[in-house]
């Protein structure tokens, strides 16, 4: 067996030292679902396959076993979604074992439940005995504990632990710039109008706060949006009418923005790439839309900018600090949501469109907080 890797170690090292790390996968969540079905019926699939005289008996043969399989297994992916919300506090071995007693149990109940019908009888002899019905929970264990080390795996490769060191790079090469800018901006203020230069210290004190923050923290979206407003508001000295912004919502109410809970600079790395690639580049007065609602549980935002048709390729081709930056947004929405969320890019009609889709989750209820 090979040595664990200095990255796997990191791994392990930060996943033990969160008490309420969570290693039980999201029966919720539809890539686990997918990922789940498509693995359980392809290994009975070629379990079949291979025990069969024909293509045509493996095919009845399949047919049948899906009557015991897929209810075994939406009903195990159900309880690990209830696990997956409650089992926080579990020991990290206790999780696991978990993982494999519920399709176990799942699978002797379900086994006892169609035991009455005679179909099932009759399809299902060899479970009719005690050594047929131990062994079929015993199989259904040994997939349950097989996936949840797929998952905690895929979980751990997609871990912003692994990419922290990229991220640290990345901002390495971003915030000074925009740091001494801010700072320009602000000097240019202190004699002329001292209130609003005091006014945007403390917006840049609250962003520098954000972006020292860690990378895997969550937040709300009008958290998010009221950082993104003070971030523009530090831009508006600089750029002064070159830049414009709208603020645009459909069918997104104030209770879902305050409840929202959504990665901490989701919202505001896509913002800055807008104002760097869109207006900076501009010499007239360049607009940029932030939209967002919120329809079938899923929250929407898109954010569009100017492109610049003189930069080659365009503003679609962002360089490579901007790319990893989207690249770093991307894995943060996948290690938290799968499939369930989408991080993509266009160009339309001389606009470039930045969309993030991603669940309604809701964050625990506070005050809400007047924005600015």
């Known amino acids: 067996m090979p040595a664990p890797t200095p990255s ?37 699939l070629v379990a079949i396959l291979l025990r069969s005289d024909s293509l045509m008996a493996a095919i009845n043969g399949f047919v049948e076993s899906a009557m015991l399989i897929e209810p ?37 109940a379900v086994i006892r439940l169609l035991s009455g019908f005679d179909w099932f009888l009759n399809g ?24 949840q080390h797929y998952f905690e795996l895929r979980a751990r490769a997609f871990s912003p632990v692994l990419v922290e ?21 602000v000097l240019s203020l202190i004699r002329t109008e001292p209130r609003r230069a005091e006014a945007a210290l403390e917006d840049l004190a609250d962003l520098i706060r954000v972006l020292m923050r ?14 993104c407003r003070q971030y523009l508001s530090i831009e508006k000295i600089r ?19 305050f409840r929202a809970q959504i990665p901490t600079l989701l919202l505001q790395p896509l913002i800055e790439n807008a104002v760097h690639y869109g207006v900076e580049p501009s010499t007239e007065p360049a607009l940029i839309r932030i939209q967002l609602s919120h329809s079938l549980e899923r929250i929407e935002i898109v954010i569009t900018n100017p492109y610049n ?59 809400p907080q007047s924005s600015r």
Not at 86 to 99: D, F, K, M
Not at 170 to 183: D, E, K, V, Y
Not at 239 to 257: M, T, Y
Request: proline share 4%; charged share 15%; hydrophobic share 50%.
């Open 309 to 367: 048709p003189y930069s080659g390729k365009g503003v679609a081709a962002l360089p490579e600090g901007n790319q990893m930056a989207l690249e770093n947004i991307r894995e943060r929405l996948a290690l938290l949501y799968d499939v369930e969320a989408q991080l993509t890019t266009a160009t339309r009609l001389g606009q470039f469109e930045v969309r993030a889709v991603f669940p309604y989750v809701k964050a625990a209820l506070a005050k």
């Open 8 to 44: 796997d170690q990191i791994a392990d090292t930060a996943l033990a030292q969160q008490p309420s790390a969570v290693v039980i996968p999201d029966g919720c969540n539809l890539g686990v679902v997918f990922r789940t079905l498509i693995a359980v019926n392809l290994v009975v």
């Open 214 to 227: 860690d990378g895997r923290a969550m937040t709300t979206l009008e958290k998010e949006i009221r950082l």
């Open 124 to 147: 299902f002899s060899h479970l009719g005995a005690t050594g047929g019905t131990l062994l079929a929970a015993l199989v259904a264990a040994l997939f349950g504990a097989a996936l």
């Open 72 to 108: 075994a297994c939406f009903l195990s992916l159900a309880i690990l979604c209830g696990l997956h919300r409650t089992a926080r506090q579990l020991p990290l071995v206790a999780q696991r074992v978990l993982c494999a007693l519920a399709p176990s149990l799942v699978t002797l």
């Open 165 to 185: 060191a990229r991220l640290q790079a990345l901002q390495a090469r971003i915030r000074p710039h925009f740091l001494f800018n801010s700072l320009n901006a």
């Open 239 to 257: 750029l002064g009418e070159r830049l414009k912004v709208q603020w645009e919502r459909a069918g997104i109410s104030d209770e879902v923005i």
